[in-house]
């Protein structure tokens, strides 16, 4: 596989668990969101021949949305008033210097918001931090925003929401603040603008719903996408410590999993791997959990127009200590997967995939995506498969 790569950035900051809310498009143009020390968080925009940039903004990590008419949103936790999110918006299409002084609109979680483009909602949810739930509201096309509702009571953190063909798809992981660990990952989706929310298999949540993860009646209240301990499979018992969360959702509607976790903190009369990478997919018959090749690291995918899914991911290459960037696609929905390569590029070597953000759609034609290692951000492109 061969992809453009392009250093756009050298001071930006790694951050965010989910893969949303750092690369998005509307019609001519293309825009990522970072937060960098000196800059404050920072928006650049691409039309396709030249980036623009407007920093700044005192939030971080930051997430933006775009709509159709061209709003810009950015939100995240202010760096100063570090108990409040804040939110800003263009009051001109496309125009980053409208972006105004913003407001408060939530107290501090971990958060992302996503647009509802039929009619250019934007949607906020929030969990952890000072909610101790999973909560959202919704803003109107007119600014106003509607009062918060809960949707889930408990120890819950890092949601993430696509909409795609009128469905809000929401994902989200459970979490014990004792040990610091991520304990599972949860499921749920609306097609009424959040009148009604149901899990995968079409059963309707009553909200708010308690979640206890050491409560069995509570865990099958909710569409839970991983596997568990206990499930009688020596290489899934627990997935505890899930990492490196990916979401996104395919042509038909299914949504997808990546992550990584972690199966060593509870004994086991079996050997372990100690790390395992799975590919979970939500079918008709329940989410179906497939473990990927285990040199791969960090995969990040996309589904292209005619369906087929990239995915790109570090790897430890044949024959080789080295860690590199490798690419792999899938005709049937990630059931079976092509032959393991290496990604080539003529103007930059070995930067680390671990921090792939995918645009969602295609952006002129080709599939686009972000990296963030840390300190240096990269564009690239797809160029064949």
Partial sequence: MKVSLEVIRSNSNY?????QNKIVSSGDHLYITYESGDEGSVILRYDGERWTARSGFPVGPPYIAVDSRGTIHLAGPHRKKRSE?????????HDLET???????????????????RDDSLYYFGAGGNS?????MRRLPDGQWTKRKTLVEGQVIYPAAIVRDG?????FTGWEPNPALYQNIYYLRTADRGDTWMLGDGRVLKTPQTLNPWIPENLTALDKVNLSFGDGRADGRFACDVHQIKFFVDHHGRPHSLYGFIPSYFPTPEPLARYYTVHARRDAGGWKQMFLDPRIVSPSMVEDPKGRLHCLFTWSGDNSPEFNAGYMFSDDG???????ESVTCDTVTKASLGGVYWLPEPYRGRLCFVINDGSTLYFGALLNG
């Fill in 132 to 136: 101790g739930a999973i909560d959202y």
């Fill in 167 to 171: 469905v809000l798809h929401l994902m």
């Fill in 334 to 340: 990630g059931d079976h997967w092509s032959k393991l």
């Fill in 15 to 19: 951050n965010g668990l989910f893969s």
């Fill in 85 to 93: 999110i804040w939110h800003f918006a263009s009051s001109k299409p």
């Fill in 99 to 117: 972006m105004g002084e913003g407001s408060w609109i939530h107290p501090k979680n971990y958060s992302s918001m996503v647009v509802d483009r």
